[in-house]
């Protein structure tokens, strides 16, 4: 198609168009207006849903687990002692000293006292306290039942969350047949609402307790009976001796004949015996002593009748009594 014949075509429809076109007027143009806002509040407000789910999404999701390491548990941690009885504990661990003869841990109470018994040798009294306050420790001494209480050995003794502790020695010796232990100015705060516990220990130089209470004299073990079975025994004990020159003579009334002595001491020091008769000194005897028991030893006499006596005495560089066995055997 030529040129012409296309220009020829445009106005014929041109021609017939024009007529049916109709110009915009003022209320299209604010159709036109109000459908563009329409359609951006509409993206506006689904931009906005998307932002939010998005957060909320973010928001509610679940943190990834922690990623999970194998580790050797820790190691428990030491028990903390509470109440009194644990302080007691803690006061009795600061002592030392094996095979006491008196071990004792309680809560500090004021008009504390309590008695142990009899034991022989040297002793040592430890004390110790944990918690706040302080108390007077006292041992004391009673010849009978019927006598009073006297004062044998005192300690002050401080209460504190570290304990020191104190102590003293001292012997269960004559005129005092029995000993007690007792809490005496207990300071105020150590009682209350039983703050404080406390702990003493008695230790022997015998090595391991030995009773010397009267009711146990005659209860000897192998280190202090004399051996003596299958022998003529005229007369025979077992006493309690304390530091002294030779007294009380005895008088076994002996029929006449040839004897000897057979003597053990357990002690720190030396038995004396004395041997008289008829009022003169015979035999000077001695017997060294040693803990739990020492050697027994045997002694001729010669010749004696019933005017024979023996007087038996102790010597040592302490104060402690000595355990003394002997028996006089009749020899032949």
């Known amino acids: 198609m030529t040129t012409d014949q296309l220009k020829d075509l445009f106005e014929e429809l041109r021609e017939e168009a024009v007529p049916t076109i109709r110009p915009p007027g003022p209320a299209a143009a604010r159709r036109t207006v109000r459908r563009r ?51 007691a504990k803690i006061a009795q661990g600061k002592l030392t000293g094996e095979n006491p003869a008196v071990d004792v841990a309680l809560p500090v109470q004021a008009g504390y006292r309590e008695e142990h018994g009899n034991f022989l040798g040297d002793l040592t009294l430890q004390a110790a306290c944990a ?4 108390f007077e420790l006292t041992v004391d001494g009673q010849t009978t039942r019927a006598t009073e209480w006297r004062l044998v050995r005192k300690m002050w003794v401080t209460c504190s969350a570290d304990p020191i502790p104190v102590s003293t020695t001292f012997a269960m010796t004559a005129p005092y047949a029995y000993y007690r232990f007792r809490l ?47 022998r003529d025994v005229k007369s025979a004990s077992t006493q309690r001796v304390r530091r002294s020159k ?83 055997v009749k020899d032949g």
Request: overall charge positive.
């Open 37 to 87: 806002r329409t359609t951006t509040a509409v993206l506006s407000a689904a931009a906005s849903v998307l932002v939010i789910a998005g957060g909320v999404a973010v928001l509610h999701r679940q943190p990834d687990p922690p990623p999970v390491i194998s580790a050797s548990p820790p190691p428990a941690s030491a028990p903390v002692a509470t109440g009194p009885e644990g302080l």
């Open 131 to 134: 918690g706040p306050g302080r």
């Open 184 to 230: 005496a100015n207990v300071a105020t705060n150590a009682v209350d609402n039983a703050k404080s516990g406390f702990a003493y220990r008695i230790t022997s130089n015998t090595g391991v307790p030995i009773r010397g209470d009267l009711t146990y004299l005659e209860i000897f073990n192998a280190d202090r009976r004399l051996v003596i079975s299958g």
């Open 246 to 328: 030779p007294q009380f003579n005895m008088s076994p009334r002996m029929a006449t004949g040839q004897y000897s002595l057979v003597a053990r001491c357990a002690g720190t020091g030396t038995a004396l015996f004395v041997v008289r008769q008829a009022g003169k000194i015979v035999k000077n005897v001695e017997v060294p002593c040693a803990w739990p028991g020492g050697t027994q030893m045997e002694t001729p006499l010669g010749l004696l009748d019933r005017t024979a006596t023996i007087a038996i005495g102790y010597e040592s560089s302490t104060p402690a009594d000595a355990l003394v066995a002997w028996a006089l």
